[in-house]
């Protein structure tokens, strides 16, 4: 899914950015018009939100894969901002309470009854992440969502509109197979470089992480290449293999420590080199894995919120791309940041 919408808000004209860049995303994506109203009602309340009580903050807009194998496309409407949190997110999403003086304070509400999900995570002082996802068809009314266990963001450089960075995720059997893929260079080509190799991972996903890089390898011949990154986890075994080639990295937490995979050096599809390494580590229900492409600073800080470590991983992909990210120091490439969780059922709001 290569097309990515980013809106900076700092002015009320911006809302209507938001509002349209969802309605775009959802045409791109063939929803409905309901399903269509839903998104643009969330990117409008979220964007709303960012001017009255944070000063300001960026909106980001994804196509990802719907749930579990579905069919079309889902829009994921993200809201970053380092403004001054919320100290109560629970009475937050309650209808009728606002921060603000005037306001009714249903936007969050709303925002969680119209998403099929929505996760928001907050901080008093460190500023909030909000992540509301669109599927074709609407969510069960008063349900909690099941909880994904793969989630990721993804911008452009200069904000382009095709991305030339993709991730995506399958289950086949006892196995769970994340991929991202950064496509060699920027734009068009890069994106169809990247969008092939995810394309590729729905028909290949029961194949070990190097055996799938070997084939993303023959299917991305026809294209530039691309740098990727395997992470398979085998549930019946409790064992995480990672396999990458290209300039592509991970970072897995296991207990209160952080471990670096890193990527052999190559280009899927042009470029492969004889032999993949294998990294293979136990994985437990405290683990997590964040993958990401090289428009991340490769000196980011991984995050020691337990409180957000627990949360969806779209909002913990969403909290890491902004905070390893300044005016001062700004977006230098295509960036993705993929997270892989246990797979839980339930999660925070």
Known sequence: MSRVWEIPVHDSTRVRDARMAAREACDDSGLAPARTAAAELVATELATNLLKHA??????????????????????????????????????????????????????????????AFHLY?????????????????????????????????????????????????????????LLADGLGHGPKAAHASTAAVAELRRAGHLPPADLLRRLHSALRPTRGAAVAVAQVDTDRAELSFAGVGNVSARMRGGESWTSLLSHPGIVGAYFPAQVPVRRLPW??????????????????????????????????AAILRDAGSPARPVRDDTSVAVLAPDRRTSAP
Request: some cysteine; overall charge negative; proline content about 8%.
């Open 122 to 178: 907050s901080r008093p002082g460190r500023g909030t992440v909000a992540a509301a996802r669109i599927d074709p068809g609407p969510g069960g009314r008063g349900a909690p969502p099941a909880r994904l266990p793969a989630g990721g963001i993804t911008v452009s450089l200069g904000q382009d509109a095709q991305c030339g960075d993709a991730w995506g995720w399958v289950r086949s059997g006892q196995l769970l197979t994340l």
């Open 55 to 116: 000063g300001g903050g960026l909106m980001v807009v994804n196509l990802v894969e719907p749930p579990d194998g579905g069919t079309g496309a889902s829009v994921q409407v993200y809201s970053l901002d380092h403004g001054p949190g919320i100290a109560d997110v629970a009475a937050a999403l309650r209808d009728g309470y606002s921060t603000a003086d005037g306001s009714l304070g249903a936007g969050l509400g709303s925002c969680r009854r119209s998403a099929n």
């Open 284 to 317: 437990r229900q405290d683990s997590l894995l964040v993958v990401h492409s090289d428009g991340l600073p490769s000196r980011w800080t991984p995050p020691d919120d337990a409180g957000l470590l627990a949360h969806d991983p779209s909002v913990v992909a």
